[in-house]
């Protein structure tokens, strides 16, 4: 019965395309038109897009697979996403559209210097290419996963990268940000309607609480620890002020009234599809006890009738795809904003930036997927990443609320001194041992001790205080 839930796939792959064919003159013009939505973006999409840069294969797949031993308090990663985007939303989004800037790396060198700029583009670079690659494997992971006898891992990844790069390079952020709305809809539906069909299958809730194992925490929300909890709405809140991806979607907003309502809205989505992914894991533990599990959600998935499965496999491939697409689209952002208009080419007409983002989206498209193939330990990158996101996020926010106090070195020695922290604790066992004890095992809370210093530092070390008001 493979071909029920494979046509429902295909059906959604078509129907993306159709509406990115639809709508690709929107983002007709120069680089703002086709890389920021012409700076048009309404709330209404804002929200749905944003939702689907934050609903990932770790949002669903892997909220399941920690649910699976760890029980409902796995769904508080995607509660600490959505409070960072409210958070956003009600202090950051509408200054950020009032900036007029592109990436996060040209706020850098307007305020700081060029080299501000160069480090913050580096980073950011590394950060989003890294996740985009862990899109190609979730995806990949997803269909071999629930199709084993159509899709290999390797096979998976490829059609994953021809739905998200295609509808990237036809149709820009307009094209991510539409097409969101109906992945959004699709993972909904999917995530919900595997809960509810899970639970009904093991007879209730009350029946999955009364079979489980005698030492599974089930739904206790505090079971995995509230010193993990913290530590992920730390990372999270954190991130979603500095990643270039999500920054861009604030960046190409309406007007700062929609930037504002759209990640209000956004965070609001984005809160209960983590729990209700772990419900899945949870019951799974009852359906299919000893499993390894990773294959929690899979393994469920699979047991339900073909329609069913087809449904919640397309939502499950939607995260993925609407998280990948947003991504590339902020990575070709940074490559032409602040590497080739501005260190290249600066003099482009609207065509030119068009073609030239299109080839960026592309190249970043084939460089993503290789590192998709060969590169191992992308999880444990990942992490690396969101830490270093701790200086962005004290350099952007100091900018914006604060531009008394900052001064000229801030930029490029915050963010060095960050990457710097990091190294040392990956290389240096005995720094995450001592503040492991100390009750602060994550590496966040270190490069946030380490950024708050060297910003403290700087602002004795150097009288020059930035520009304001550019």
Same mark, same amino acid.
């Given at each position: 019965?493979?071909?029920?839930?494979?046509?429902?796939?295909?059906?959604?792959?078509?129907?993306?395309?159709?509406?990115? #064919?639809?709508?690709?003159?929107?983002?007709?013009?120069? /680089?703002?038109?086709?890389?920021?939505?012409?700076?048009?973006?309404?709330?209404?999409?804002?929200?749905?897009?944003?939702?689907?840069?934050?609903?990932?294969?770790?949002?669903?797949?892997?909220?399941?697979?920690?649910?699976?031993?760890?029980?409902?308090?796995?769904? #508080?990663?995607?509660?600490?996403?959505?409070?960072?985007? !409210?958070?956003?939303?009600?202090?950051?989004?509408?200054?950020?559209?009032?900036?007029?800037?592109?990436?996060?790396?040209?706020?850098?060198?307007?305020?700081?210097?060029?080299?501000?700029?160069?480090?913050?583009?580096?980073?950011?670079?590394?950060?989003?290419?890294?996740?985009?690659?862990?899109?190609?494997?979730?995806?990949?992971?997803?269909? %071999?996963?629930?199709?084993?006898?159509?899709?290999?891992?390797?096979?998976?990844?490829?059609?994953?990268?021809?739905?998200?790069?295609?509808?990237?390079?036809?149709?820009?952020? #307009?094209?991510?940000?539409? *097409?969101?709305?109906?992945?959004?809809?699709?993972?909904?539906?999917?995530?919900?309607?595997?809960?509810?069909?899970?639970?009904?299958?093991?007879?209730?809730?009350?029946?999955?609480?009364?079979?489980?194992? /005698?030492?599974?925490?089930?739904?206790?929300?505090?079971?995995?620890? #509230?010193?993990?909890?913290?530590?992920?709405?730390?990372? /999270?809140?954190?991130?979603?002020?500095?990643?270039?991806?999500?920054?861009?979607?604030?960046?190409?907003?309406?007007? %700062?009234?929609?930037?504002?309502?759209?990640?209000?809205?956004?965070? +609001?989505?984005?809160?209960?599809?983590?729990?209700? %992914?772990?419900?899945?894991?949870?019951?799974?533990?009852?359906?299919?006890?000893?499993?390894?599990?990773?294959?929690?959600?899979?393994?469920?998935?699979?047991?339900?009738?073909?329609?069913?499965?087809?449904?919640?496999?397309?939502?499950?491939?939607?995260?993925?795809?609407?998280?990948?697409?947003?991504? +590339?689209?902020? @990575?070709?952002?940074?490559?032409?904003?602040?590497?080739?208009?501005?260190?290249?080419?600066?003099?482009?007409?609207?065509?030119?930036?068009?073609?030239? @983002?299109?080839?960026?989206?592309?190249?970043?498209?084939?460089?993503?997927?290789?590192?998709?193939?060969?590169?191992?330990?992308? +999880?444990?990158?990942?992490?690396?990443?969101?830490? !270093?996101? *701790?200086?962005? *996020?004290?350099? *952007?926010?100091?900018?914006?609320?604060?531009?008394?106090?900052?001064?000229?070195?801030?930029?490029?020695?915050?963010?060095?001194?960050?990457?710097?922290?990091?190294?040392?604790?990956?290389?240096?066992?005995?720094?995450?041992?001592?503040?492991?004890?100390?009750? !602060?095992?994550?590496?966040?809370?270190?490069?946030?001790?380490?950024?708050?210093?060297?910003?403290?530092?700087?602002?004795?070390?150097?009288?020059?205080?930035?520009?304001?008001?550019?």
């Amino acid at each position: 019965m493979n071909w029920i839930p494979l046509s429902i796939v295909c059906c959604y792959i078509v129907l993306l395309y159709v509406i990115t #064919w639809l709508t690709r003159r929107l983002s007709r013009g120069g /680089m703002i038109a086709y890389l920021l939505a012409g700076r048009n973006l309404p709330f209404w999409v804002i929200a749905p897009l944003l939702t689907g840069l934050a609903i990932g294969g770790a949002s669903t797949i892997g909220v399941a697979e920690r649910a699976y031993s760890a029980g409902l308090s796995a769904g #508080w990663y995607n509660a600490a996403w959505a409070a960072g985007a !409210l958070l956003v939303g009600l202090v950051a989004a509408h200054r950020y559209r009032k900036l007029e800037i592109t990436t996060l790396p040209e706020l850098f060198e307007k305020h700081y210097n060029v080299s501000g700029r160069v480090v913050g583009v580096i980073g950011q670079l590394i950060l989003q290419l890294v996740i985009t690659s862990l899109q190609y494997v979730a995806g990949g992971a997803i269909l %071999s996963s629930l199709l084993p006898d159509i899709f290999s891992f390797q096979t998976g990844m490829l059609v994953t990268a021809i739905a998200f790069v295609g509808i990237t390079l036809i149709g820009g952020f #307009w094209a991510a940000g539409l *097409t969101n709305i109906i992945n959004v809809t699709l993972i909904y539906a999917g995530v919900i309607l595997g809960a509810v069909m899970a639970v009904g299958k093991v007879g209730g809730l009350g029946e999955i609480v009364a079979q489980l194992p /005698m030492d599974h925490p089930g739904f206790d929300l505090g079971a995995i620890g #509230w010193g993990l909890v913290i530590a992920w709405f730390v990372v /999270m809140c954190t991130t979603v002020f500095s990643v270039q991806s999500i920054a861009q979607v604030s960046f190409a907003a309406r007007d %700062s009234r929609a930037a504002r309502k759209g990640f209000i809205v956004g965070g +609001l989505m984005i809160l209960p599809v983590g729990f209700i %992914s772990a419900v899945i894991g949870v019951a799974a533990a009852v359906m299919h006890p000893g499993i390894i599990p990773t294959e929690a959600l899979p393994r469920t998935v699979l047991s339900l009738s073909p329609v069913v499965a087809g449904i919640i496999l397309a939502g499950l491939w939607a995260a993925d795809v609407s998280t990948a697409s947003a991504l +590339l689209v902020g @990575s070709a952002t940074l490559v032409v904003g602040d590497l080739i208009k501005r260190f290249a080419v600066p003099d482009l007409t609207e065509k030119q930036e068009r073609l030239i @983002s299109r080839m960026s989206v592309l190249v970043l498209s084939v460089l993503t997927y290789l590192m998709a193939v060969s590169i191992s330990g992308i +999880l444990k990158t990942l992490l690396i990443g969101l830490t !270093l996101t *701790t200086a962005y *996020t004290l350099v *952007t926010l100091m900018t914006i609320f604060w531009p008394q106090v900052c001064r000229r070195s801030h930029a490029t020695a915050t963010l060095l001194v960050a990457m710097a922290a990091l190294a040392v604790w990956l290389i240096f066992p005995a720094v995450s041992a001592f503040f492991a004890g100390l009750g !602060l095992p994550h590496p966040i809370y270190f490069c946030w001790i380490t950024s708050l210093l060297t910003f403290a530092v700087v602002c004795v070390v150097d009288k020059r205080r930035i520009q304001v008001g550019l």
